[in-house]
Nanobody, 115 residues
Framework: VQLQASGGGLVQPGGSLTLSCAAS????????MNWFRQASGKQRELVAT???????HYAGSVKGRFTISRDSAKNTLYLQMNDLKPEDTAVYYC??????????WGQGTQVTVSS
C-alpha cells in the first residue's frame, strides 16, 4: 500500500487549504485514518482521526476549523483546513491503520501559513 499526500502550500492567515491522501495497492480493512503534523523542531502530533465507521476526533487546537473526511470509493482521505493560523505551519502526514496491525504513512506535504 502506498499513500500519496498532496494539497499543501503557502496560504495567508485566515485562509483555507484541503489536503488529500490517496491510497493505492491492496487496501484491506481500514481501522483508522489519521492526519498528523510536525512543525520544525517539534514532535509529530495527531491532528485528526476518522475511524472505519466514520467517527471523527480532533485535536483541541484545530477543532472547529479542520474537517477530516474520506471517500471510500476512491480510497482517499481529506483534511479541510479553514481559518488557518501561523501555528498551523507544519509538514502534514497521513496515516492508515489496517487490520490486523499494518501501519502506512504518506510522504508528507508542507503547509505554510504566513502573510
Amino acid at each position: 500500500v502506498q499513500l500519496q499526500a498532496s494539497g499543501g502550500g503557502l496560504v495567508q492567515p485566515g485562509g483555507s487549504l484541503t489536503l488529500s491522501c490517496a491510497a493505492s495497492g491492496t487496501i484491506g480493512t481500514i481501522s483508522f485514518m489519521n492526519w498528523f503534523r510536525q512543525a520544525s523542531g517539534k514532535q509529530r502530533e495527531l491532528v485528526a482521526t476518522i475511524t472505519g465507521v466514520g467517527a471523527t476526533h480532533y485535536a483541541g487546537s484545530v477543532k472547529g476549523r479542520f474537517t477530516i473526511s474520506r471517500d471510500s470509493a476512491k480510497n482517499t482521505l481529506y483534511l479541510q483546513m479553514n481559518d488557518l493560523k501561523p501555528e498551523d505551519t507544519a509538514v502534514y502526514y497521513c496515516q492508515f491503520l489496517m487490520a490486523p496491525d499494518y501501519i502506512y504513512w504518506g510522504q508528507g506535504t508542507q503547509v505554510t501559513v504566513s502573510s
